[in-house]
């Protein structure tokens, strides 16, 4: 590990690329110590100095009890991956997927089991067998972000795992949002859905600002997928890209591209956006990411040059699948060269030159 940093040299990293980020689902009761040994061992010494922990409902929630997971997160745990990061210089930001992603293929999520009555479309049924595309156009549920009681429990969980990780930021997800001002919708229906969009970032925004604490989101929503050719994942289809003029500026935005190296980052930048590029599974991309982020610093002015915040790696499974699979070296078939470990390796590898 020729690459691994010395001491003393991340004041230099942080000016090269203040952000060096790595998301990942929280870990199960069973692979916290693996987890927290990875922390130690891979992470710290690369230089990564932002985690995102996506927790969502899989907390032992104790402000409300109905929405509690006993098999999930502990205070306890939370604090122990708290200190690891403390002590290794990693800012820890818990994350929880709102608006959309409340359910997965044919299950529903926590909160519209809790509470059916925030589902934006009560009346699309989950199908037994899961299939896409399909005629309902569902991908996940989402809930109603004018349901005058969803903020309610939404803002009580929040505040809830920003006090265990005593977090001064927040990742709110609201990626992939499909079904947003349904036109069954009582409340939303034949509203401009840029405006619906921008109306839950802000909400969550300001319930955050008034502790003093920031929001992140996952940036696909913001961008028009048909203009862009981006397509319906990675960018929107249902004018949500609107919303981008109508959103607070502090927002950090997490403008995720697994297939290329979009320039994306260029104009969240210049609407006045943070922005950090999010790499997945190819190691070739992640590199690029990074070079496209330490260019764009470099050619910029200083306005702008200080949104272009850094790069994450992301992983699609939770910590102990990670471990288990991607960092054994046990994925297989195109996964075998093109994973989120060989990524992260490549990414940090690519980082670690631009220092000096
Ligand atoms: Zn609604």
Redesign the pocket.
């Known amino acids: 590990m020729t690459m691994m940093m010395d001491a003393g040299a991340s004041d230099n990293l942080d000016s090269v690329m203040p952000v060096r980020g790595f998301c990942i689902g929280a870990p199960g009761p069973k692979s916290l110590d693996d987890f927290i040994g990875f922390i130690q061992r891979e992470l710290a010494p690369r230089g990564v100095n932002h985690l995102i922990l996506r927790v969502d409902f899989r907390y032992q929630f104790d402000s409300r009890p109905e929405m509690r997971d006993g098999e999930g997160l502990s205070r306890e745990a939370a604090h122990r991956l708290l200190a690891v990061c403390r002590t290794n210089g990693i800012r820890l930001i818990p994350h929880i997927n709102l608006l959309g992603h409340q359910s997965w293929a044919g299950s529903t999520g926590k909160l519209l089991r809790q509470y059916p009555e925030f589902d ?1 479309t009560p009346h699309v049924k989950m199908p037994e067998q899961y299939k896409w595309p399909n005629p309902d156009g569902l991908y996940c549920k989402s809930y ?4 005058p009681k969803v903020h309610e429990v939404v803002f009580a969980l929040i505040d809830e795992l920003c006090d265990a990780f005593e977090a001064d930021c927040f990742h709110a997800g609201m990626d992939e949002v499909f079904y947003i ?2 036109e069954k ?1 009582p ?2 229906a034949g509203r401009d859905k840029g405006e619906l969009f921008a109306g839950e970032v802000r909400a969550i925004h300001d319930h955050l600002a008034a502790k003093g604490r920031r929001l992140w989101i996952w940036g696909d929503r913001l961008l028009d997928g048909r203009t862009t050719g981006l397509g319906e994942w990675e960018a929107s289809y249902s004018d949500t890209w609107r919303a981008i003029d109508l959103i607070p500026k502090d927002l950090t935005i997490c403008d995720w591209h697994y297939e290329r190296a979009d320039q994306t980052p260029v104009y969240f930048a210049m609407k006045g956006l943070n922005v950090v590029t999010c790499a997945y599974r190819s190691p070739k991309i992640a590199v690029a990411q990074a070079q496209d982020i330490i260019r764009f610093r470099q050619n910029s002015t200083p306005q702008l040059k200080e949104r272009y915040q850094g790069v994450m790696q992301t992983v699609w499974s939770d910590a102990g699948r990670f471990l288990a699979t991607d960092y054994q070296g046990k994925a297989v078939g195109r996964n075998a060269t093109n994973n989120a470990w060989l990524s992260l390796q490549a990414m940090f590898e690519e980082l670690l030159k631009h220092r000096n």
């Not at 109603?144 to 349901?147: N, S």
């Open positions: 934006e109603c972000p004018r349901h001002g349904d919708c409340r939303c």
